[in-house]
């Protein structure tokens, strides 16, 4: 049975007792750290927080169209196995390296010889595990650009699109490849929940994003031990990490995108800020719930775009805007488009 939530000033209402309703106070306090270090951050910052036992999400500019950098990488992979799954090519189907796939802004496959052949399944993980951008490139040749798009617009993302293969030299990227955090939390709560495709695909996909190499954004404050099915994306001024947090009972999605940043060293810091902060709170709620009687399962949630049952996404906060600075382009230790 699907539980509704009261609304208050945008803050989630949970009831307790006879008659009496109060914020949960972890909520509360993950709404204030949160916006108060948005407030404060390197660059311009977007983010979605999503805790997949209740539906409960909450959010700074998560509707901002922003640099998606390698994180676009995830929409490719999706389409991949979307095509897999209808029979277009297996795993094992080989795909000729060209040199238009050539990109040298991360991974090593763009040192290979034109003309050899490698299998879907490697290109898959060279593409998320080390952020391969001639992987990349040679996957959305393989399914199709425009095919990607139209797939994410069907699964109802709105600030997702590829207006171009990946190629990292100059500042054209930024606009070629676009997302959202809310479009990123909506594709990972459906994998969180074997609905992306299909089960098999959404558990295959998940352990590729838990293969990734790259852990220096979201995993890095948190336990060394805890599964984490993410994907990084970074340019000149741009840090971005989305992905799957199982944090013993208390499962959540995050999406964190910054761009425009001052130096990606406190990008990367005000990332790790929002990672542990998140995980302490929500941690802290899953307490709070047990306290209250109210252990909730994971359960999938219906989609209202799918047309089956009503959707229980509630925002504890609202949007709030923050400054944003003027370009300041820095050196980019971290690799990948």
């Known amino acids: 049975m699907r539980l509704a939530f009261a609304l208050a000033f945008s803050a989630s209402l949970f009831p307790v007792g006879a008659?009496?309703?109060?914020?949960?106070e972890p909520l509360a306090l993950l709404q204030s750290q949160l916006s108060a270090m948005s407030m404060r951050a390197p660059?311009?910052?977007a983010?979605?927080?999503k805790d997949l036992s209740t539906g409960l999400t909450s959010s700074v500019n998560a509707s901002a169209s922003m640099p998606a950098a390698s994180t676009i990488k995830v929409p490719v992979m999706v389409e991949v196995f979307r095509q897999l799954t209808i029979g277009k090519f297996d795993l094992n189907t080989r795909v000729r390296l060209r040199t238009s796939d050539k990109d040298w802004g991360s991974g090593s496959l763009c040192d290979a010889s034109v003309g050899i052949a490698y299998p879907v399944s490697q290109l898959l993980n060279?593409?998320?595990?080390?952020?391969?951008?001639?992987?990349?490139?040679?996957?959305?040749?393989?399914?199709?650009?425009r095919r990607i798009n139209r797939t994410m617009a069907e699964l109802g993302l709105h600030h997702t699109t590829l207006s171009d293969f990946i190629h990292t030299e100059g500042w054209g990227i930024r606009n070629t490849l676009r997302s959202s955090p809310a479009d990123m939390v909506r594709l990972l709560s459906k994998m969180a929940h074997d609905k992306l495709i299909d089960e098999w695909s959404s558990r295959q996909m998940i352990a590729i994003l838990e293969a990734d190499q790259i852990n220096t954004l979201v995993p890095q404050p948190l336990p060394i031990d805890l599964?984490?099915?993410?994907?990084?994306?970074?340019?000149?001024?741009?840090?971005?990490?989305?992905?799957?947090?199982?944090?013993?009972?208390?499962?959540?999605?995050?999406?964190?995108?910054?761009?425009?940043?001052?130096?990606?060293?406190?990008g990367r810091r005000f990332i790790r800020k929002v990672s542990k902060t998140t995980y302490d709170d929500l941690l802290s709620f899953a307490d709070w719930r047990d306290?209250?009687?109210?252990?909730?399962?994971?359960?999938?949630?219906?989609?209202?775009?799918?047309?089956?049952?009503?959707?229980?996404?509630?925002p504890f906060w609202g949007q709030n805007p923050v400054?944003?600075?003027?370009?300041h382009p820095t050196e980019n230790p971290d690799g990948g488009g």
């Open 19 to 24: 008659n009496a309703q109060i914020t949960p």
């Open 43 to 45: 660059g311009h910052v």
């Open 47 to 49: 983010l979605e927080v």
């Open 126 to 145: 060279a593409m998320i595990t080390v952020s391969d951008n001639t992987a990349a490139n040679m996957l959305i040749r393989l399914v199709g650009r």
């Open 227 to 266: 599964e984490i099915a993410h994907k990084t994306g970074s340019l000149h001024d741009t840090l971005n990490d989305v992905g799957i947090v199982y944090a013993n009972h208390e499962p959540y999605v995050i999406a964190v995108m910054t761009t425009q940043l001052s130096t990606l060293g406190a």
């Open 291 to 314: 306290t209250n009687g109210m252990n909730l399962p994971l359960t999938p949630q219906a989609d209202a775009q799918e047309g089956v049952g009503v959707p229980i996404d509630t």
């Open 323 to 327: 400054p944003t600075p003027k370009p």
